[in-house]
């Protein structure tokens, strides 16, 4: 027997916001703790040759986005 169009369309974009939101979190995970590493590199003794405000930036920039990607995954707001 056959499903109608409405109903294998809503599971398709269910799977698909499903698939979305797990990679913004996994993205958003990783991007967060990148900036926190740029941010407290000079005491687990990693050395850039980057000066420190732009490493600051870097870093500040990677959280926020970060934020912003675990947000998205939240949301799920795919399609407006």
Request: glycine share 12%.
């Amino acid at each position: 027997m056959l499903m109608p169009a409405d109903r294998d369309e809503d599971s398709r974009t269910r799977g698909y916001k499903l698939r979305r939101s797990i990679m913004d979190y996994g993205m958003g995970v990783i991007i967060v703790c990148l900036g926190f590493f740029f941010l407290f590199s000079s005491t687990l003794g990693v050395v850039f040759n980057v000066d420190d405000k732009l490493r600051y930036v870097f870093g500040g920039l990677c959280i926020l986005y970060g934020l912003f990607r675990v947000y998205r995954g939240y949301k799920k707001n795919y399609f407006n």
